[in-house]
């Protein structure tokens, strides 16, 4: 069931939070993407939602409960108004448990075929599958905790403050690794589900490349598109 999600969800968004992983070894330049193809009517845009979420959530719930990692493998489906939000797509989960893949307006209209929104999908619902919410979490209290530690010993004032700075940069230590493990997976489930990951990767081409910046949150473009490519190779 698609829901339409005006406000706030009330979980810890794990918006596609990548990791710092060091830098893999000199890659075969990547192909350009073809030619981008134009925009869809608004019309078309909401058919191709529609049928996407069809197909691409009962797969990505298979995989959810094969991999025996969580519990709760019901996906909720949202759409998010909010304007603010600009292009994007997250996972976090409902005060009940249950995982949810939101969706802002601004990516359902920026997606140029099926093959794009259903690899959008098939992420989103990786970062469940493999349990990043609370990795992150686990990672944000230790590095709150070494931080806050260290900050005692040296004498530090302000421990408190420490501990935050400990906890955010924790946060972000593994999220790169992160989105190329929901890159990986999400390959598979997009492709059992029956579309093109390869053609869905494209989408990575139309957002602002995050380089490969120290503690950022995700990886560059490219080491993402390499990752698709090498798992649809295997498949």
């Given at each position: 069931m698609i829901r339409f999600l005006p406000l706030v969800l009330c979980a810890v968004i794990s918006?596609?939070?990548p990791v710092l992983v060091e830098a893999p070894p000199p890659q075969p330049v990547v192909q350009a993407a073809a030619p981008v193809a134009p925009r869809l009517s608004q019309r078309q845009a909401v058919e191709n939602f529609d049928f996407v979420v069809r197909r691409v959530?009962?797969?990505?719930?298979?995989?959810?409960?094969?991999?025996?990692?969580?519990s709760n493998c019901d996906f909720q489906i949202v759409?998010?108004?909010?304007?603010?939000?600009?292009?994007?797509?997250?996972?976090?989960?409902?005060?009940?448990?249950?995982?949810?893949?939101?969706?802002?307006v601004?990516?359902?209209?920026?997606?140029?075929?099926?093959?794009e929104l259903a690899f959008v999908m098939a992420h989103e619902a990786a970062h469940h599958i493999r349990g990043h919410i609370a990795r992150q979490q686990q990672n944000a209290a230790v590095g709150g905790l070494l931080v806050g530690a260290l900050a005692g010993a040296l004498g530090a004032a302000d421990i408190e403050s420490a501990q935050r700075i400990g906890a955010t940069v924790g946060?972000?230590?593994?999220?790169?690794?992160?989105?190329?493990?929901?890159?990986?997976?999400?390959?598979?489930?997009?492709?059992?589900?029956?579309f093109d990951p390869l053609r869905g990767a494209e989408f990575f081409f139309r957002i602002p490349d995050p380089g490969d910046?120290?503690?950022?949150?995700?990886?560059?473009?490219?080491?993402?598109?390499?990752?698709?490519?090498?798992?649809?190779?295997?498949?």
């Amino acid at each position: 069931m698609i829901r339409f999600l005006p406000l706030v969800l009330c979980a810890v968004i794990s918006a596609c939070s990548p990791v710092l992983v060091e830098a893999p070894p000199p890659q075969p330049v990547v192909q350009a993407a073809a030619p981008v193809a134009p925009r869809l009517s608004q019309r078309q845009a909401v058919e191709n939602f529609d049928f996407v979420v069809r197909r691409v959530k009962p797969v990505a719930e298979q995989f959810c409960r094969r991999s025996g990692q969580q519990s709760n493998c019901d996906f909720q489906i949202v759409i998010d108004t909010r304007a603010e939000r600009g292009v994007n797509a997250f996972q976090t989960l409902d005060r009940a448990g249950r995982p949810v893949i939101g969706f802002t307006v601004p990516l359902i209209a920026e997606a140029r075929n099926r093959d794009e929104l259903a690899f959008v999908m098939a992420h989103e619902a990786a970062h469940h599958i493999r349990g990043h919410i609370a990795r992150q979490q686990q990672n944000a209290a230790v590095g709150g905790l070494l931080v806050g530690a260290l900050a005692g010993a040296l004498g530090a004032a302000d421990i408190e403050s420490a501990q935050r700075i400990g906890a955010t940069v924790g946060a972000r230590t593994y999220s790169k690794e992160f989105e190329l493990e929901a890159d990986a997976l999400g390959t598979r489930i997009a492709a059992a589900a029956g579309f093109d990951p390869l053609r869905g990767a494209e989408f990575f081409f139309r957002i602002p490349d995050p380089g490969d910046r120290f503690l950022g949150t995700h990886p560059p473009n490219a080491d993402r598109v390499r990752t698709v490519q090498r798992v649809a190779a295997g498949l």
